[in-house]
């Protein structure tokens, strides 16, 4: 069995695993299969029988996963090339994303449901300068939406059900070697648009309860205890600094449940005795379809180069607290991974696949003589 490393380019809307399935369906059918040929399995194996082997099935992998909104380079490994794979997870990959300010959501993407709306639109200045704080060295807590696990269950099949995490998600180390703002577009000089859907008030408590605290949280609430400090405010614990961070947004931010909440609402008597001074009340809500629409802010693009397992819609979210904002990530190019750059020879457009010289092109970059290989059939 032969195989080597390939790049396709793979298109917003479909998935890795889908995309793998359509390109294993078409080189399956082709006279290139006989390279790439998985094993069949083994007659001590007590699954073998549940396992429909096929003399064309193909061997096929990727080396790391792109979401569905997302583009670009996705590796793919075909036969023995499956064998490679794992070098790839800890290389370096480059990134251009475009993120847009005006509210964030409970996905940290479009794909999601508005849960806060920002008050504060920040300046090309401020979104350039934020990102300092992101280069280098960082801690990192994934989205809730992802698809790490916690005891045998993704994080996002928590978030969905609304269930406690059964232990806190732990911030991870990363490293990002090139953080750049090369675009940036006030609103009426892009076409990006806010979901159309607020998330409903129990998906917001959920939230809420759910979603790891960033570091950068956790920073803003350290600062404002020292502010409350020199102001002679009461002083807070650490346990409340820390639910604070996770349950409220910094002061240029508010949760898009308050969009359709008057603010003279009447306060529980025991709420406020045991309130600290200038902690923000959560408010109730009754219909967040009634909230005003958010602020379309400014997009920017984001040009980023960083480690294995990197997410780029928590930095997103993390830059635009940072800075006092709220957004969301609304396009994503994976350009390079490792040896593989977009628009390079061994990247394939996956529309390639489709229409003629595609077997030729592949039999080219893996030193397959297929030429030969015809002739002796």
């Known amino acids: 069995m032969k195989g080597g490393l390939i790049a396709i380019n793979k298109p917003s809307g479909k998935s890795s695993a889908q995309c793998l399935n359509e390109i294993k369906a078409i080189i399956s059918k082709s006279e290139l299969a006989k390279f790439f040929q998985s094993d069949p399995p083994h007659p001590n194996d007590k699954n073998s029988k549940r396992k429909k082997w096929k003399r064309n099935d193909i061997k096929i992998g990727h080396g790391g996963t792109l979401d569905p909104l997302a583009s670009g380079v996705l590796v793919v490994g075909l036969g023995i090339g499956t064998k490679q794979l794992p070098t790839l997870l800890s290389c370096v990959k480059t990134y251009k994303a475009t993120c847009l300010f005006g509210c964030s959501t409970n996905t940290y993407d479009s794909s999601g449901k508005i849960i806060r709306v920002a008050t504060k639109i ?129 002061p240029a931010v508010k949760s898009a449940s308050d969009e359709s909440v008057p603010k003279t609402e009447e306060k529980d008597d025991q709420t406020s005795k045991n309130e600290p001074k200038g902690k923000k009340r959560k408010l109730e809500v009754t219909d967040l379809e009634r909230g005003s629409r958010p602020p379309i802010g400014p997009s920017a693009v984001l040009d980023m180069s960083v480690s294995s397992g990197f997410y780029v819609r928590s930095v997103i979210h993390d830059l635009a607290h940072h800075i006092g904002s709220e957004a969301h990530m609304v396009d994503l190019i994976r350009t390079q991974q490792g040896d593989f750059v977009l628009d390079g020879d061994a990247c394939f457009e996956f529309e390639e696949f489709q229409s003629a010289g595609w077997e030729q092109k592949l039999a080219s970059l893996l030193k397959l003589d297929l030429d030969i290989e015809n002739k002796e059939n």
């Open 122 to 250: 920040p300046s090309k200045e401020e979104v350039a300068d934020g990102l300092a704080a992101f280069r280098g060295d960082i801690l990192q807590l994934p989205p809730l939406y992802s698809a790490l696990h916690i005891q045998g269950k993704r994080l996002y099949e928590y978030a969905r059900e609304g269930l406690p995490l059964p232990e806190a998600v732990k911030p991870r180390p990363m490293k990002c070697d090139h953080l750049e703002l090369v675009e940036f577009h006030e609103k009426g000089q892009h076409s990006y648009n806010d979901p159309d859907v607020f998330a409903s008030k129990e998906e917001i408590e959920s939230e809420e309860l759910l979603r790891p605290v960033s570091d950068f949280e956790k920073k803003e609430a350290v600062n404002n205890s020292e502010i409350a400090k020199e102001n002679d405010s009461p002083q807070e614990s650490k346990d409340d600094f820390q639910q604070k961070s996770s349950v409220e947004d910094a």
